[in-house]
């Protein structure tokens, strides 16, 4: 059973205090949100009249809209440390709300800015402290068929508080009111069953053990599977919903639309791992034969190959690990990540209530911070380096950037994480020579990559297949998403897997179904970051530059821009294409050493 919050040691806590000491500077700036949304109603039907007017409200809505992100924030990575707390509860929806609140006071702006004229705004750009928003001008212009008009937009703004809905129920179904079963462990004690020790359960080397994690699980799922079928139904029309409104073909192109992607690059990452889907039925046929089974399930997807090695890495040796590990990006980059890891950036281990998995966040106004749910297994070890990444990026793009710029583009978001994991692979396959543990090193990039490249390609295909059908107007049953769902695990994981019926529920959990055409970008993140890493290694300090401009770039120019300065061109499927053939070399070298 894990542990309650405060039986864990401070040390391992992260510090939200540095953001707010108490509730009552929270509810402060609170109020301070509030008034300032009075004061910009006085620029309303003024943004065309002077720069200087235009100006002055720009810098009235982005102080209210840091503050609001800053209390949103801390709400909800307050409600994170412990789902079943209503005070928590009680903060995150008030910051919910506010944000619309904020969204609708502010919805004037947008409309009232594309109703300037060129000419005009042209004009108003050559002065000094508005040519800063020479690339925002130019992304609303870009995007101005799409934008409605001031009543429309406000209406839109209002709506949002209904558009959280499904996901907020989903997170509270899946993180505070879902119990598991009590299942034997390798040694035959009973253990409750947690998201948090999941993981472990299906590495373990007892096949018994791993059949009862995986039945258990989702038997849990299986008694809510109708109401959260109904939640994600709720989060697709949703989707459908704000794309139509706003002019676009298609739920996937709105979403695209926003990092300025063409939906060819989606559906070109599909048909690429479509044509390399058989070094995955390759690896999956290795892995029956290595573990000497007559027959594989779902379940032995994700035991360790190497049987006779198993390690576990404490917190702080993990830490010294990442940091050597990485250790080629420079002493800048290091120092920054040896701060964050002392200075109470990091959430270490569960706790009951806890949002379960891992993420980075914070806002403009606050050091990054990182949740884990630190389980002392390799996968572990480099989910600190992959959510480092995401902290040391935003760290640099805040750093780095105003405010207008300081968000890096959705689609980039996983490319600094997956590049710290790879370094950190090359380092400790540098740095053993034990060949069972090179195996294990090589067995886990295998399985980082199916889990990142294939599994969320796989993904992103579900989710494109679902919203198409909502789209033309057919019905999306909960039977119906299971169809689907098992028929793509067919075709990704081949004959030779034993499709076990539970897997077919598998999409009733995934968090990121909620936060619609996102996954794919850690496919092609994947592949991005596979290309930068093999920059840094083979060509060293000018490839470290160019990566750490790409750190601080935030969200200055498109991303594609910023990837092709960095040395990557994601409008071909060539990054995708090599990073499918690496995988597929590594396969045959993992043959060819157990032979």
Known sequence: MPKKRQEISEEYKWKLSDMYPDEKSWYDDYSKVEKLLGEIEKYKGRLGNSAEELLLAIKLSEEVERLAEKLYVYARM??????????????????????VKVNSQLAFMVPEMMNIADETLDRFLEEPEL???????????????????????????????IGFAASNIFSMLNNADIKFP????????????TKGNFGRFMESH?????????????????KLKN??????????????????????????????????????????LIAAVHRHIDALHKYIALRKKILGLDEIHMYDLYVPLVKEYKKEYEYNKA?????????????????????????????????????????????????????????????????????????????YSNTSQPYVYSQYPILLAEVASTVNESLLLDYMLKNTNDEKEKLYLINHYLEEFRGTVYRQTMFAEFEK??????????PVTVDEFCRIYRDLNRFYYGDEVVLDDEIALEWARIPHFYTAFYVYKYA???????????????????????????????????????????????????PVEEALKYFASLVDKMESILK
């Open 131 to 161: 040519t800063l928003y020479r690339h925002y001008f130019d992304e609303l212009r870009r995007r101005k068929k799409h934008i409605l008009s001031e009543n429309e937009e406000k209406i839109l703004a209002m709506s949002a508080d």
């Open 465 to 474: 297949i679902v919203h198409e059908k909502v789209e033309k107007g057919e």
């Open 206 to 222: 007892d096949r018994e053990v791993r059949k009862a994690a995986f039945k258990g699980l989702y038997s849990s799922y299986e």
């Open 524 to 574: 092609t993140g994947f592949s991005a970051a596979t290309a930068i890493k093999q920059h840094i290694t083979q060509e060293g300090e000018e490839a470290v530059k160019r990566y750490m401009e790409f750190l601080q770039a935030g969200g200055s120019d498109y991303p594609l821009n910023i990837l092709k300065r960095a040395g990557v061109d994601l409008t071909t499927s060539a």
């Open 78 to 99: 307050k409600r994170d440390e412990d789902n079943t707390l209503s005070s928590s509860q009680v903060l995150c929806d008030r910051a919910e709300m506010l944000g």
């Open 319 to 395: 830490k010294e690990l990442v940091l050597e590990g990485l250790s080629i990006l420079g002493g800048d980059y290091i120092n920054q990540l040896k701060k964050g890891m002392e200075s109470s950036w990091i959430d270490v281990y569960e706790n009951e209530g806890k949002t379960g998995g891992a993420y980075s966040w914070g806002c403009y106004d606050s050091h990054p911070y990182v949740l884990l749910n630190y389980d002392n297994r390799l996968d572990d070890v480099f989910t600190l380096a992959h959510e480092m990444g995401h902290a040391l990026h935003s760290y």
């Open 182 to 193: 009590i299942i034997k462990d390798e040694k035959g004690q009973e253990i409750e069953l």
């Open 227 to 268: 109401t959260l079928a109904a939640t994600l139904n709720a989060s697709v029309k949703r989707d459908i919903f704000y794309a139509r409104v706003r002019g676009y073909s298609s739920a996937l192109e709105a979403s695209l639309d926003q990092d300025n992607v063409k939906v060819e690059v989606y559906e070109n």
